[in-house]
């Protein structure tokens, strides 16, 4: 009988055992990042991802799509074949980049690591490139260059690192993005802002996580004015957007108290009131505000909004139709003059005395306007019986 139970026991502490030894190899599935992820900045503080074949795929990308193709369809028709398989290849969309003040001003230099993950024809890219393009090896991958770049134009690198992965950036933010390829263990699965990203990903199509304070992206001094003057307190910020079915938009701020992020929600919900109190003249957009809602959990600001696929839909046709009334209700009182040839020209904007445009610009010189054609008098001298004139009507 002791010999039975002391079996059981030996079995179960061999489970509990197995179990255990299973639980500290196994690394969490957060520990798995994407190949294309792994190309990503060394010191990347920002991550932004795009499910591009999800957001094509989901009910309002078939409708923005749709909607669009019309006014895609002069450029794709003017672009190449490979142009526009290139563009259709891409499925995914992954940046990084280290935390600086460039960001946020379009003059200064940037760092970032932009990966393309999809399907691609290397042999019609490097077709594509080879015209232009300048050819450099880096640790097997080939990196194509414009071969001299415009004066205070940052360079830019393609690199084709396989047919499923495309990296695009600045030559030195490239070039570490392959070491730390190489280099990167599990452990980079860990890093705080990609540990996030990983949870993330899977929910929205689109989505971005940045371990950084807003303020630092403004760049300028400490007495500079920064749009992120108000979130002084915030560590960190991240949000998501899903359009699966309708849309649904988080957006969390890291605070650092839980009274900053209380009072930080109460401030951006006042604002949210005003602002939908002031679109008295834009009914529609003010109701597509109000669905927006703040609150505050701990030290994290948490913004949420969700509309359903009809409530989209409905939203969007009435933002159309006042775009297009905005658009036609100036255009109505531009004045028209009837053109030479009886077609109408416009006169696209007023001009001050003097000025023209194409559209309005007149001759150099004054020129005669056309008189109706009338009876054609012909004289003939030194005719028998001296001068005659003949009188030629025109034709009925």
């Not at 990503?40 to 009910?59: C, E, F």
């Not at 259709?88 to 992954?94: C, E, M, S, T």
């Not at 990296?167 to 070039?175: R, V, W």
Request: with cysteine; proline share 8%.
């Amino acid at each position: 009988m002791l010999t039975h139970i002391f079996a059981l026991r030996a079995v179960r502490l061999a489970g509990l055992l197995t179990l255990g030894c299973c639980w500290l190899g196994a690394e969490p599935q957060s520990a798995s990042l994407p190949t294309y992820w792994r190309y990503s900045h060394p010191d990347a503080k920002i991550l932004v991802g795009l499910d591009l074949r999800g957001i094509m795929n989901s009910p309002l990308g078939q409708k923005l799509f749709h909607d669009v193709k019309s006014v895609t369809q002069k450029w794709t028709s003017a672009a190449s074949q490979d142009d526009v398989a290139l563009l259709q290849g891409i499925d995914r969309v992954f940046l990084s980049a280290p935390a600086q003040a460039s960001l946020m001003q379009p003059s200064l230099h940037k760092e970032m690591v932009v990966a393309l993950q999809g399907t691609f024809d290397l042999v019609k890219l490097r077709r594509m490139v080879a015209a232009k393009g300048q050819k450099k090896l880096y640790k097997g991958i080939e990196l194509w260059s414009e071969p001299s770049a415009q004066a205070g134009k940052a360079a830019m690198v393609l690199a084709l690192v396989s047919p499923q992965i495309l990296l695009l950036g600045d030559p030195p933010s490239i070039k570490a993005a392959i070491d730390n390829h190489a280099a990167a263990g599990p452990e980079k699965a860990y890093d705080p802002v990609f540990l996030r990203a990983t949870e993330l990903a899977p929910l929205y199509e689109i989505w971005f996580v940045g371990n950084i304070p807003p303020k630092a992206l403004a760049g300028g001094g400490e007495a500079a004015p920064s749009p992120f003057s108000g979130f002084d307190s915030v560590e960190s910020f991240e949000a998501g957007i899903s359009v699966k079915q309708g849309m649904q938009l988080q957006f969390n701020l890291n605070a650092q108290s839980p009274a900053e992020a209380s009072k930080m929600a109460q401030g951006l919900a006042g604002m949210m009131m005003f602002a939908t109190a002031s679109q008295s003249n834009s009914p529609e957009l003010g109701e597509f505000l109000k669905r927006v809602k703040f609150g505050s959990a701990g030290a994290q600001v948490q913004v949420s909004a969700a509309w359903s696929q009809p409530e989209l839909e409905t939203g969007l046709k009435q933002l159309q139709a006042r775009a297009m009334k905005t658009v036609a209700d100036p255009m109505a009182s531009v004045p028209v003059r009837p053109a030479a040839n009886g077609a109408a020209e416009w006169n696209v904007a007023p001009q001050s005395p003097g000025a023209s445009t194409i559209a309005n610009a007149e001759p150099s010189s004054p020129v005669e306007t056309a008189q109706p054609a009338g009876p054609l008098t012909v004289k003939i001298l030194n005719a028998e019986g001296g001068n005659k004139e003949l009188v030629i009507s025109p034709k009925p």
